[in-house]
């Protein structure tokens, strides 16, 4: 399995970006998809998951009716839209897969298997 994340890049405070990460090398059938991202100096931590049945999805606070994911499960594809950003949003963004059957700690960086490359998000002031 590899993941792709491709999107980001430098906007200004208050702008909008979308990543997307793209799965090839086998179709999920269930499982998890998250976005964690890492800024300098500090842990990787979770910003949004969202199953690949049924789409529920789940949040930080910190970004919270500012971000949305969502999922194509005929692409293979988990897409992040992000609103009203600012500076505090700037860091390495990667998505990542859990393929299991069974398990909940989306909000955890070591619940999932596979990971992308990160993308960067820079948001000046």
């Known amino acids: 399995v590899q993941l792709q994340a491709f999107g980001g890049g430098l906007v200004q405070a208050g702008g909008s970006l979308r990543l997307d990460c793209a799965a090839t090398?086998?179709?999920?059938?269930?499982?998890?998809m998250g976005w964690f991202r890492q800024a300098p100096g500090k842990e990787r931590e979770f910003v949004a998951a969202?199953?690949?049945?049924?789409?529920?999805?789940y949040y930080a606070d910190s970004v919270k009716g500012r971000f949305t994911i969502s999922r194509n499960n005929a692409k293979n594809t988990v897409y992040l839209q992000m609103n009203s950003l600012s500076p505090e949003d700037t860091a390495v963004y990667y998505c990542?897969?859990?393929?299991?059957?069974?398990?909940?700690?989306?909000?955890?960086?070591?619940?999932?298997?596979?990971w992308g490359q990160g993308t960067l998000v820079t948001v000046s002031s």
């Open positions: 969202i199953t690949w049945i049924g789409g529920t999805t």
């Open positions: 090398g086998r179709t999920f059938s269930g499982g998890y």
């Open positions: 990542a897969a859990y393929d299991g059957l069974y398990g909940s700690r989306w909000y955890s960086k070591d619940f999932y298997n596979y």
